[in-house]
């Protein structure tokens, strides 16, 4: 049986390609879930600064990657995701908001301790 034989420069060609996707990949990779949130993303997600990774950063940057690359695309598999419920216009306007960090109302902070919070032992009331 003989060998196909692809030329030196082609396999060169392919392995470059190959190793530059792979490259890519890991840029993205390691852009949304390594690097710390530069002051514009702070801001946006409404997150102090001493905050080097705020809640919603990692969710953030996929969205504007998504928004990035392929709008029309990722907002018609957001839309085929919900099984329909979604409008393809209203995922990807759903998607352009995470990717600005209007993700949602913000998160209710905890208010003061309710009254029983700070008691040791056992919380019933028994009748004497």
Known sequence: MA???IPLTLRLAFHALRAAWIGLILFIASWVWLVPATPMEREALSAPFSNARPAGLSAMRIARAMVHFAPERAAQLLS???????SPRLAGMILRQVAAG???PP??????AAI???????RFISVD
């Open 107 to 112: 998160a209710p902070e905890n208010g003061p």
């Open 102 to 104: 209007n993700a949602g």
């Open 116 to 122: 029983g919070d700070d008691i040791d032992g056992p």
């Open 3 to 5: 060998r196909l034989h």
């Open 80 to 86: 085929d995701s919900s099984n329909g419920e979604i």
